[in-house]
């Protein structure tokens, strides 16, 4: 994955697309991870309210 430009390869802004094989980066930001743990927080709690 080509997540950054320079480097010991010397990547630029045109090589950023060659690693990626979908224009969806599946990688979360730090409010989409907390977003993410609390909606699977909630579906603990329900599990353990029905069991």
Known sequence: M????GGPQALTDKDIGLC???LCDPRL????SVALARVAAGYRQ??????
Not at 2 to 5: A, D, K, N, Q, S
Not at 29 to 32: A, H, I, L, P, S
Not at 46 to 51: A, L, N, R, T
């Open 2 to 5: 080509t997540e950054c430009t």
């Open 20 to 22: 990626y094989e979908s």
């Open 29 to 32: 930001n730090q409010e989409q």
């Open 46 to 51: 329900s599990d353990k309210q029905e069991g």
